[in-house]
């Protein structure tokens, strides 16, 4: 495993009605969910790391600090970018930050931690 501060990963995404905060229960209104852009943020952290995990290897996530700042409405562009800002041994911090046309949608930080994939599955099925 090869992983250091500064891997980054970028992710374009458009609003689709499956990611309204109507349709995941968040809220009744017609625009990205909270839930949505956390998703979409954590996908780019996990793209971030993915080809620098040795086989085997994947991460899980283990905190988050989420600031949900604009609407994003059906049809709008929003990009992620994440970038790898600490390793501490196996855990990773990531910073990341959601973008529309003309603002910050959202921002925070994510913590996950690499793990053995099968170990871990074997572990939490097992419980």
């Known amino acids: 495993m090869t992983l250091a501060p500064g891997l980054r990963s970028q992710l374009l995404i458009m609003v689709e009605r499956e990611d309204t905060a ?5 809220g009744d ?13 954590e996908m780019a952290t ?6 620098h995990l040795a086989p085997g290897q994947s991460t899980v ?3 988050v600090e ?3 700042l604009a609407p994003s409405p059906l049809g709008a562009h ?7 800002t600490q390793v501490d041994g196996k855990r990773l911090v990531f910073a990341f930050e959601a973008r529309g046309r003309d603002r910050v949608v959202g921002r925070g930080t994510i913590e ?3 793990v ?5 599955v074997e572990r939490a099925t097992t419980r």
């Open 22 to 26: 109507q349709k995941v229960g968040s």
């Open 29 to 41: 209104v017609p625009v990205l969910a909270t839930p949505k852009l956390l998703t979409f943020a």
């Open 46 to 51: 996990v793209q971030a790391v993915r080809p």
């Open 61 to 63: 996530g283990t905190r």
């Open 66 to 68: 989420l600031e949900h």
């Open 78 to 84: 929003v990009q992620f970018t994440a970038e790898l």
């Open 112 to 114: 996950r931690v690499v």
């Open 116 to 120: 053995d994939r099968a170990a871990f």
